[in-house]
């Protein structure tokens, strides 16, 4: 099992289109209706839209771990995806992440950020309950095939 404190050599940097191939590899591996190349790429121009990457030393070599995309607008966020390459996972890399963007939404004077969760995904459910988000509703076949539970956190 490995924690945060696994994470000694990491960057967090704003997402490019150099990044979406390594990132289109963990969104296929980690979805069961992954994004597309035009969707990443409408949020990379996007001017409400920020994506970041989290880069980490693995085998001597730094690779794209895990990535966020979250809108700000007029006080609220809403996190759109979230993902990590899941040979890296359970290292604290989703956490991270997720601390880093939430610091930033408040100096951007968010009040309110809001997400959807598969309801059958209780890692990511645990791991935002860990950061203050509740669970506000559902929305019924949101994914298709099953619920989202909507999660909401309030500055």
């Known amino acids: 099992m490995h924690s ?3 994470l000694i050599d990491y960057s967090i940097q704003p997402m490019t289109s150099d990044d979406l191939e390594d990132v289109l590899k963990i969104e296929r591996a980690s979805f069961p209706n992954p994004w597309t190349k035009g969707q990443f790429e409408s949020e990379l121009r996007n001017p409400v839209s920020t994506s970041l990457t989290l880069k980490a030393e693995e085998s001597g070599a730094e690779v794209l771990a895990a990535y966020v995309i979250y809108w700000v607008v007029h006080g609220e966020a809403h996190i759109l995806n979230i993902a990590v390459n899941p040979l890296m996972r359970r290292r604290g890399m989703a956490t991270v992440l997720l601390r880093e963007s939430l610091k930033t939404m408040r100096r951007s004077l968010v009040y309110e950020v809001f997400l959807e969760v598969r309801k059958s995904n ?19 076949k949101y994914y298709g095939d099953e619920d989202a539970i909507v999660m ?4």
């Open 122 to 140: 209780s890692a990511a459910r645990d791991l935002y309950r860990k950061f203050g988000f509740v669970e506000a509703f559902v929305r019924r």
């Open 152 to 155: 909401k956190l309030e500055f």
């Open 4 to 6: 945060e404190k696994d």
